[in-house]
């Protein structure tokens, strides 16, 4: 398996991965999958990548932007998706290594996670790679009526001198 840069081809694969993550009712408030212009349009171009083998892909993780603000030029947003076919294989290690690495060779200092308290595999997947939680935000949204708290996790970039 190896990890590259996704590309705009991707998007039917990716776009499915993501919408197995949906219907997990713990992976994401989005209830719909974006058109790839409006996917495309909310995540940084250095920072999409696919794990891929005999041009199936696995998984994928992307980094959005937290804010337009100058002051938070640094600050990205983490979103890693594994196939349910592939989960448990390392998948999601592999991918959010190279994104931690890609962030921060385009000037990320922090990069951020908020995960809902029953996502325990992705819980346990950011703290393998340096995450730290820093608190957790209560029924900050619904999803189909139910309230959902979001834990918040975040890593400093140890290459940009702020850890």
């Known amino acids: 398996m190896h990890i590259r840069t996704m590309k705009p ?6 776009s499915q991965i993501y919408l197995e ?3 997990t ?3 994401t408030f989005e209830q719909l999958i ?4 409006a996917w495309d349009n909310a995540h940084v171009e250095q920072c999409r990548l696919v794990a891929e083998t005999n041009e199936e892909i696995h998984g994928w993780a992307a980094l959005s932007s937290v804010s337009g603000r100058c002051v938070y030029g640094g600050v990205g947003e983490v979103s890693v998706y594994v196939s349910a076919k592939s989960r448990g294989m390392g998948v999601g290690r592999l991918l959010m290594e190279s994104l931690i690495t890609a962030s921060e060779a ?10 809902f308290p029953e996502n325990e595999a992705s819980i346990n997947l950011h703290k393998k790679v340096g995450f730290r ?3 957790k935000r209560e029924r900050v949204g619904k999803i189909n009526g139910v309230w959902k708290d979001n834990l918040l996790f975040e890593k400093r970039s140890k290459t940009i001198g702020i850890d």
């Open 106 to 115: 385009v000037g990320y200092w922090t990069i951020q996670s908020g995960i």
């Open 133 to 135: 939680f820093i608190g």
């Open 25 to 27: 009712g713990f992976a």
């Open 9 to 14: 081809s991707d998007w039917e694969q990716v």
């Open 34 to 37: 974006p058109s790839y212009e």
């Open 21 to 23: 993550g949906i219907a």
